[in-house]
Structures are given as C-alpha cells and as structure tokens.
C-alpha cells in the first residue's frame, strides 16, 4: 500500500508531466505546423549574433528542433522513457533558459517564436515560462521514473517511430505547401487588402537613398535624387505619430499590406489588387534567392492565366538590380511590384509562393512548388484555377486521427496484461503460481 507521501509524490508527478508535457507538445507543435515562419525567426536570431550558416543546415536544425521538442513532450505526457525523456527536457532547458533571459534582456526581436504565431507572449513573460518549466523537470527528474508509464517499454520504440513519422509529415506539408493551420492575417476567405484603409489611412513615407556610402532621406513631396547620378533606392521608413518606424516594424502591427511600383516609389496597392475578377499573385520575398529553375514554370503559369481570363502579377522583395537581373533572366511579361520582404511573409510561406484572389478575396495560397505543372500545361485546358486548392484542414484532422488511434492502440496493449492480473479469480492466480513452481 502507497503511504500518503507517496500518494501525493505521484499526484504532483503527474501534474508536472501533464503541464510540462503539454507545454513541450504545443511549442513544438505550434512551430512545426509553420516551419517557414520557425526559419525565419532562427535566421532573425542568427543575423542579430552575426552568424551565417549553410541554408540547407538551417532548414534541418529546425526541422530537428520542432522534432525534438514535440516527441520530449510526448514521452514525458505517456511516461515513454522515463528516465531519458526527462534528461532530454533538461538538457533543452540547459540551453533555452540562458537563451532566453539573454533575449528578455537585449530584447533583439519582438517575439521569440517560442509559440510560433499560434501564441505571441512577451520576452520576459517566455523566461519566466522557462523557470517555471525547469523547477519542475527538476522534480521529475528525481520522481519520474517512479511514476507509472502509460506505454510499457516493450512498445515504446512503436511510440517514438510513430511520432516521429508524425510530427515530420506535419513539417514537411507545412514547408512544401502552406502551414495546415494559418495563424496569420490574410486567412483564406479573407480581403488580402483592406480597401477602405488603402483610401482613408494613406500612410506618409521617408525614402533612403544611397551615394558614395552615404544614406540621405527624403520626405513623399522632395524632389528625389536622379540615381544616374549615383543615387541608389535602399529602404523607406513610415512616418507615425512616435516617430518614423521601418517598414519591417509596421508590417507585424498594422497587418496592412501595401503594394508598390517596380521602383519602389508609388503605392500601387489599388491597381494591382483587382476587385472584380480572378488574380493569381506570385510573392517572392527575397529574390536573389529564387531559383532560375522556376522560370519556366511561372511563365508557363502566365500563358495559362492569360487562357483562362485570370490576371496574374508578381509582388517581390528586391532592390532595383535585382529585378532587372529577375526580367532578363526569366523574359518576364507579367507586371512586377514590389512590397516589404516581411509583409510578403506574413501573407503567403515559400519563395515563390503563390496567391489566388477572386474578387479580392484569398481563395488559396501554396508555394509554386506544390502547383502541378501538368494541370494547366494540357492543350486547350480549361483547369478551374480553384482545383489548385488544398483542404488543409481535413489533411491535418487525418493525421491527427491516425495518430492519436495508433497512440491508444499502444495504451491498451500496454494495461492488458494489467488488467488481465487484476481480473484472474485468486485461485487461479494460485494454481498458476503452483504450476510455475513445481
């Protein structure tokens, strides 16, 4: 018989593993189901510390991390590992702690991403998680392994294969397609543009300019510098009430994007959005970075559009050169604009991704890659542009439905043999127990 400090060394034992497991579930969930946002966040994060790594290294490192936080936070809800599994949130926390309170100091970004965009909590609100959450990866490591497992260690290597597969295929549809849940603006079903913010809240901007290694600002009614004289467009700042602020900064408050001319003087966000009728919106956010390899398909994707009455436009992130770098190499015939690389992000994931509007309304969103070339390359084809459309939502509710039914499938293998003890009548057991010893 338990003793009653025993009985309450168990209780809070399972109330740690329940908490703490489903904070290490959520985070690694809510950054896996948008790994293009958990990127950009590591590289905000990489660029502040001045580090530069391979992309491709990047790319897996986050992958890992959504990884391993998502499967610690199971072996530590269903008690697979016991021992392991709280070495392995400590060793996490040995490392995101320090991070942590490094960030709540220097406050380098706005947000940490702990969360993702799932939940956006403060720097110091995310350290004081962390403290809370090694106090008590402390107690489990002590009383842990004394708590009960609800997947017996013969199947445990079922658990961790299976959540692997599963957190991974959550990853991998994310950064192909779109993330299986949005929890950004410019939601599906949605106004890409708030038409009556575009007309009534014109916001007022300072351009930069460049000559020699020196930056000079003009204000919407200076005469702007010739750049055959030297002068180069760097970046534009809007003027609010506090101040100027860079347009990185207002992306993530307003929500409010805004579409400019090739040169990235005039705000062209009305003509380029159609209110009435179909448009397919290619948005790169950064374009020396697009792959040559995508040309022929974004043309072809033109020549489609073109067929089937659609209107199709590029919005990039990219200074002068590069577009004209972009127009050569690919022989463009569809209209480019420009936007900030930040507010291209927040409405579409992937480099190109691509944005179909019926009547300024987001019908889908992908990045070209998921787009089959072979649906609107056919002769003649007539190919509902909203067949490119993915139902997210059901994909994800599939995996979680298989996943959870092989989870419990797990759970009861595991408490048979229990149950079954439990339930042999007493003089069974004992001619059992007879039968064994003779």
Known sequence: MKTESAKWISLVT?????????????????????PWGTLYKVNDYLGVMSLSLWPNLVLVGVFGLCALEFMTGI??????FRRSGTILASIIMAFMLPLTFWIAISD?????????DALVISNWATFWKNVALTAGIVWLLKYNKLSLCLITPALQWIAFVVSGLFILTIELLGYLSQPLIDFRSYKVGEQLVDYN???????????IYEKDGERAEFGENDVLPDESEGWTFVDRKEITSDGAKSSVEKAGESKNLRIWSKDSEDDDTEDAIVR????????MPDLKAVSPATTWKLNSLYEWSLKNNITMIAVVSGSPEEIAN???LSMASYPIY???????????????????LENGNVVWKSTL????????????????????????????RNCIYIYLIVMGVLIVLSFTPRLHHIYTPKKRKKRINEDIND
């Open 75 to 80: 072996f530590l809800l269903f008690g697979c």
């Open 338 to 356: 420009t936007a900030d690389d930040t507010q291209i992000k927040e409405v579409v994931r992937g480099n190109p991704g691509v944005v179909y």
């Open 108 to 116: 380098p970004v706005a947000d940490c991403g702990c969360f993702g």
């Open 14 to 34: 399972w109330l740690f593993r329940i908490i703490i497991g489903g904070v290490f579930i959520f985070s690694g969930f809510a950054k896996a189901i948008d």
């Open 369 to 396: 890659y998921a787009i089959n070339i072979d649906d609107f390359l056919q002769p003649n084809t007539t190919y509902d542009a909203r067949n490119f459309s993915v139902d997210n939502g059901r994909i994800l």
């Open 197 to 207: 913010s575009v007309a009534s809240d014109v916001p007022q901007y300072l351009f």
């Open 326 to 328: 972009w127009e050569d």
């Open 276 to 283: 009435e009728g179909k448009e397919l919106i290619i948005m």
